[in-house]
């Protein structure tokens, strides 16, 4: 792969931001890009940028609320990285969403992978790297015969709800077991 078509940026300067300052960073990226993708398609949208994303997934395009939404947790813990790899993948995924046709597109197919290796000069990959331990806690613990399990708050309202689980191993239906300090 060539030179990435947005500078790197400097790990050090990142790593010293605040969070305030961090998301500007992000914005600025965002917007980077965005001036990259109107090279190619000078009627393309500026997209609206949010840090509300939580849970396993770094960055989504969200085309009903017509933006981009970042995972803030993750994007902290992952400054450089995240600038370099996520902004262009959700970037990507804005532009061939609103290419002609481009609604019917499969989400990381033909078109996407152009864009990533054409536009942006990455590899276009589908999944991150990054640890989601604290981005996304499972703090509710379930047991079946063999073995723990550990729900998010969504599952464990679910459960709550009258929803019933069971594990893919014993088949036996998962129960809730609270830990000692709750």
Do not use: I
């Amino acid at each position: 792969m060539n030179q990435p078509a947005l500078p790197d940026p400097c790990p050090e300067r990142l790593a010293a931001l605040n969070p305030a300052a961090l998301e500007q960073a992000l914005h600025a990226r965002v917007e980077a890009a965005w001036r990259l993708c109107r090279e190619v398609h000078p009627t393309l949208p500026r997209p609206a940028v949010w840090c509300d994303l939580r849970g396993k997934c770094a960055g989504q395009a969200h085309f009903g609320r017509g933006g981009l939404r970042f995972n803030p947790v993750l994007f902290g813990e992952n400054r450089a990285a995240f600038l370099v790899e996520v902004v262009p993948h959700e970037m990507a995924h804005w532009l061939v969403h609103h290419l002609s046709d481009g609604h019917r597109a499969r989400p990381h197919g033909r078109e996407w992978k152009t864009v990533m290796r054409g536009l942006f000069r990455l590899e276009p990959r589908v999944t991150h790297r990054f640890d989601t331990g604290r981005a996304s806690p499972a703090p509710y613990r379930y047991v079946c015969a063999c073995r723990e399990h550990a729900f998010s708050v969504r599952r464990h309202a679910l459960v709550r709800q009258g929803r019933c689980y069971r594990c893919r191993h014993c088949a036996q239906t998962l129960v809730y077991q609270p830990l000692a300090d709750r």
